[in-house]
């Protein structure tokens, strides 16, 4: 398969990205797939114009992120939006045949409109978003596009605009499945959506303490209010974060029946639980320093991928300038 995915950079990554995307697209990039991943600062930009004061910064932050939890730039491209011009040729191609009040029935486009309400989401860039990611999905040529459940509707549309531009055009450009994340998104440490304005996420780049810090007070099942009060996982998010940190079957167990015969504390399963995200965390912690001690490895590692990006992008333009009769 030839896989295309894309982060936005707003900020540092949480231990939510990665259960649900990061450690995903390194088990397809594993698999010996054409692996594309990229920053998508030109969409954040849909949401964000106003201060583009962290851009670079974040979007160096990514990548970086990207390269310590295992994406390994001989086996993956990695490249930043803004750098292929490409995207936005297409995207504006595409524009010509997409309809708007399509664009505005995708459900992104509501939610996030009252998700962010005071914020200004009447501009174009906003309403045009997915059409941008049809053109950053579709100049490569992708079979499988991984994402989380509310990206879906970007790839139905996605495959939408391939098969008009196919129709009306010419054969160009395959119709792109998505792979959805299995695992459901973890919450936040109160048990709310994870979110920054929550105060409740963990960042992948952390440290023990600060990780133990967020673990041991977690909220869980709220009937276990002291040890002899019998308790049930399935409504407590610690034991969310067990079955995402690589939990065995012994300790599954020994979580599940001391749980609910309450025979162990909630301490204890917490503590449980920070070893085994510590066996997750220590490898990628130890990842970040080596690279940054490694001054301008991040940006070799963007000037190479972007390059790799940039030849399949524009030769992919080439053909859709001539199918489109763009000759000049
Ligand atoms: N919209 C995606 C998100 O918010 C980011 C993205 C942009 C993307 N372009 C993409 C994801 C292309 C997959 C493919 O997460
Ligand atoms: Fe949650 Fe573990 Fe406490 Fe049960 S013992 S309520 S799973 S923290």
């Not at 964000?48 to 295992?70: P, Q, W």
Request: net charge neutral; with cysteine.
């Amino acid at each position: 398969m030839r896989i295309v995915s894309g982060t936005r950079p707003t900020g540092k990554l949480h231990i939510g990205h990665y259960v649900g995307i990061l450690e995903n697209w390194v088990n397809l990039q594993n698999k010996g797939h054409e692996t594309f991943y990229f920053v998508a600062d030109w969409h954040a930009l849909t949401t964000g114009y106003d201060d583009t004061s962290k851009l670079y910064e974040y979007s160096r932050e990514i990548i970086r992120t990207f390269l310590a939890v295992g994406l390994d730039p001989k086996k993956s491209v990695m490249y930043v939006q803004s750098a292929i011009k490409e995207h936005a040729e297409l995207q504006l191609l595409f524009n010509m045949f997409t309809s708007v009040p399509r664009l505005e029935r995708i459900p992104t486009y509501k939610d996030m409109k009252q998700q962010l309400e005071g914020k200004d989401l009447t501009n174009a860039g906003f309403l045009t978003y997915p059409v941008l990611q049809a053109a950053d999905i579709l100049i490569y040529k992708a079979t499988a596009v991984p994402v989380g459940e509310d990206q879906l509707s970007h790839v139905e549309i996605t495959r939408e605009i391939a098969r008009r531009f196919n129709f009306l055009y010419g054969e160009v450009f395959p119709e792109p499945e998505s792979l959805l994340s299995t695992f459901p998104k973890l919450l936040g440490t109160d048990g709310r959506k994870m979110s920054k304005s929550y105060g409740n996420i963990i960042n992948i780049d952390n440290n023990e303490t600060d990780l133990k810090n967020s673990i041991m007070p977690m909220i869980t099942d709220p009937a276990r209010q002291r040890k002899t009060d019998a308790g049930n996982p399935e409504i407590c998010p610690v034991w969310d974060y067990h079955r995402a940190f690589g939990i065995n079957e012994e300790q599954r167990d020994w979580v599940f029946s001391g749980c609910t015969q309450a025979k162990i504390g909630c301490v204890q399963c917490k503590k449980l639980l920070l070893e085994n995200m510590l066996k997750v965390f220590e490898p990628i912690w130890e990842n970040l320093c080596e690279i940054d001690k490694n001054k301008g490895y991040i940006d070799d590692v963007i000037v190479e991928g972007n390059s790799k990006a940039r030849k399949i992008a524009s030769s992919t333009m080439e053909e859709v300038r001539n199918s489109m009769n763009l000759k000049f």
